[in-house]
């Protein structure tokens, strides 16, 4: 009963994600929404006549009938935005959908994620950075996500699979099609290590207004965004901008100032709104990730601390006694200026012994 409500409450006319978030805020649940009254659905702001008359009238329960038996004859997973199986880093964006529909064996929040676009006119250069980047994070326990068009996130969605890497593709139409239907094959194979997801219930076509929506969807559910190529205009660069409008990171790889499909990477390099990235050692580098059997087994790379100098033993040591440490922490410890410590700290770093975080912050390798 619980599903049909939540299927429900997105059929109603007038009633977008917006207005349903304003309807859960005062009513409290799905239930308390459909045995509101019509004043005390009237006594909500923002919440007009007609979208009143439109939940008191019932005319949406057999949409959701049909969905809901559509869901349960191809074994689809629903996500309601308030179920603990709900993708934790896109719930945290304020434009979220309230409903998700899901097939496939790929976790729904796995513990590195990451987002992989691109322009649907993939060159050999852009192919081959697929190939590089995604050969190499297999070893880093993490999960792909693009949207199963031409081009980048096709190329990266078998990619994913050739290293068996989960992938998941985000749909701009519902479960009951593939589109294009010449990624058809990906997506079956997609099922077994993977998966699909969409907002959009059965009977949704790939309209193109749907993939703009879409795209926010592919930048929810990653830690960072990769744009591969992308022109100065298309869909790569609108996912790029809504997940820098999430705090995410973006990353981009740059290309020739005279080749079309690297002018939309080069961009949003040059005004800040991505990070510079030759390869995955850069990737790896900026979010600070460890190989998983480091991170488990608790294994470290061997360090002969005797080659350090008497400068760089103490920040050693220093570091040693706790997990990480600020610049200013560490300067305040040792009584250095920051500029001398600065130095140090870059060699350090070149030289293998630190690793640099966000925030000025640094833990031993």
Known sequence: MAMLKQIA??????VGSKTART?????GSVDDIFDASKKQLLSIPNIGKATVESILSKNYLYEAEQEMAFVEKHRIETLWIEDINYPRRLRQCEDAPLLLYYKGAAAKNPDRCISIVGTRNATAYGKRLCEELISTLREYDIQIVSGLAYGIDVQAHRLALRHKIPTIGVLGHGLDRIY??????????MLENGGLLTEYPSNTVPDRNNFPARNRIIAGLADVTIVVEAAKKGGALITAEIANSYN???CAF????????SAGCNYLIKTHRAHLIRHADDLIYLMGWERPAQKKEGLQLPLLTNNLSKDEQRVYNFLREREHAQVDEIASHLDWPTSKLAMILLEMEMNGILLSLPGKIYKIL
Do not use: F, M
């Open 9 to 14: 409450l997105t059929k109603i006319k007038g």
């Open 248 to 250: 995410r990171d973006v």
């Open 180 to 189: 294009p239907a010449a990624h058809r094959d990906v997506a079956s194979r």
């Open 254 to 261: 740059p290309g020739g100032i005279d080749q079309e499909y």
């Open 23 to 27: 309807l859960l805020a005062y009513c």
